[in-house]
C-alpha cells in the first residue's frame, strides 16, 4: 500500500497529510499523550484512503439519485449522504461533498482514539472540527477561496451546533456553475457544509451575462464530473445592481437551506459585497491581509 506523506510542520503541534489530491492540516489540544494516540489514528486513517476512494471513483462522479446508493465505502456513501437533499432537482454529484467527508472521516478516527479538548482537519479549506467544554475556533472567511486575498473571521464556540466549515466559489480548486468569489458555509457536519457550499455558490449567477465568460468543464478538464456542463471562467466588470441581483439569487438559495435544517449559517462574497444568511447572528471581525484559509 502506498504511504502518504506524513511530517510535523514547524510548529511542531500541527500534522500535515498528504496523498495525492488530497491534503491536510490537522491540529490537537489536549494532554501530550492523547495528541500522539489522536495524530497516530489519523495517520493509519489516512494510510489507504484515496486508494479507497479511487476504487469507486467512476459512481463518485455519476448524479446522484435522489433515493438510491449503490456505494460501499464509508467515505463514498458519506458523500452521497451529503449530496443526497439536492439530487432530486439539482445535478450534482458525490464528488461535491469529498474534501469535507475526508475531513470528516479523519477527524472521527481521532476522537475514536483519544480524549481532546480541540481538533480540527482543514483539507484544502473544508474544516471538520471537534469543540469540547469552552472550546474556540477561529474560521478564515476569505474573499476568493483558494487563500489568497482579504480575510474576515468568525468564532465557532462549542456551544454552536457548527462542526464544519467549507468554502466554494470560482477561484476555487473545483469548477464552479456560478459567478461567487467566496461562499463559506457553516453546517452541522463538514461533508454537509461542502455540499451546500457548492449549492449556493452555483446559485450566486447572472445567467447569459455577456461579461460572463464561461466554458464546458470537459475542455478545461477532461475527467470532470460535470461533463459539458458550463463553468465559470472568467467574470468582467459588473453594476452594483448586478452584483446585488447575483448575490439575491444565491440568498434565496440559502434560506432554502437553512430552512431546510442543512446549514447553520453562509457568507456570500462577490466583487467586495457580502450578505448572511444565519441562523442566529454572526460576529465578523475586521479585515486583515493573511495567508490561510483557518487558524
Known amino acids: 500500500m502506498r504511504r502518504p506523506q506524513i511530517a510535523l510542520l514547524p510548529d511542531d503541534r500541527r500534522l500535515h497529510l498528504q496523498d495525492g ?3 491536510l492540516i490537522i491540529g490537537a489540544d489536549g494532554a501530550d499523550g492523547e495528541i500522539r494516540a489522536a495524530y497516530q489514528a489519523a495517520v493509519q486513517r489516512f494510510t489507504g484512503l484515496l486508494d479507497e476512494l479511487c476504487a469507486e471513483l467512476p459512481e463518485l462522479r455519476e448524479a446522484a439519485a435522489p433515493d438510491h446508493c449503490g456505494l460501499r465505502g464509508v467515505v463514498a456513501r458519506r458523500m452521497y449522504g451529503a449530496v443526497a437533499p439536492y439530487a432530486a432537482d439539482t445535478f450534482i454529484t458525490p464528488m461535491a461533498a ?6 470528516e472521516e479523519i477527524l472521527g478516527a481521532m476522537r475514536g482514539a483519544a480524549k481532546l479538548a480541540r481538533a480540527y482537519v482543514n483539507n484544502g479549506g473544508d474544516i471538520a472540527l471537534h ?3 469552552r472550546a474556540r475556533f477561529s474560521v478564515g472567511l476569505m474573499d476568493r477561496p483558494d ?7 468568525i468564532t465557532v464556540r462549542a456551544e454552536d451546533t457548527v462542526r464544519g466549515v467549507a468554502t466554494s466559489g470560482r477561484h476555487g480548486r473545483s469548477f464552479s456553475l456560478g459567478i461567487a468569489d467566496a461562499v463559506t458555509v457553516l453546517a452541522r457536519t463538514a461533508s454537509q457544509a461542502d455540499a451546500a457550499a457548492t449549492i449556493i455558490a452555483n446559485a450566486v449567477d447572472l445567467p447569459g451575462h455577456p461579461a460572463v465568460v464561461r466554458r464546458p468543464a470537459n475542455e478545461l478538464q477532461p475527467d470532470s464530473d460535470l461533463g459539458h456542463r458550463l463553468v465559470t471562467c472568467e467574470v468582467g466588470a459588473l453594476s452594483g445592481d448586478e452584483v446585488a441581483e ?3 439569487q444565491g440568498a434565496a438559495r440559502a434560506r432554502q437551506l437553512l430552512e431546510g435544517e442543512l446549514i447553520e449559517g453562509t457568507v456570500l462574497q462577490l ?3 457580502i450578505r448572511l444568511i444565519c441562523a442566529k447572528p454572526l460576529e465578523i471581525n475586521r479585515p486583515q491581509q493573511l495567508q490561510a484559509s483557518a487558524a
Open 147 to 153: 487563500g489568497t486575498g482579504v480575510m474576515r473571521s
Open 131 to 133: 469543540l469540547s467544554d
Open 98 to 103: 469529498v474534501a469535507g467527508s475526508v475531513a
Open 21 to 23: 489530491p488530497i491534503d
Open 271 to 273: 466583487c467586495g459585497e
Open 246 to 248: 447575483a448575490l439575491a
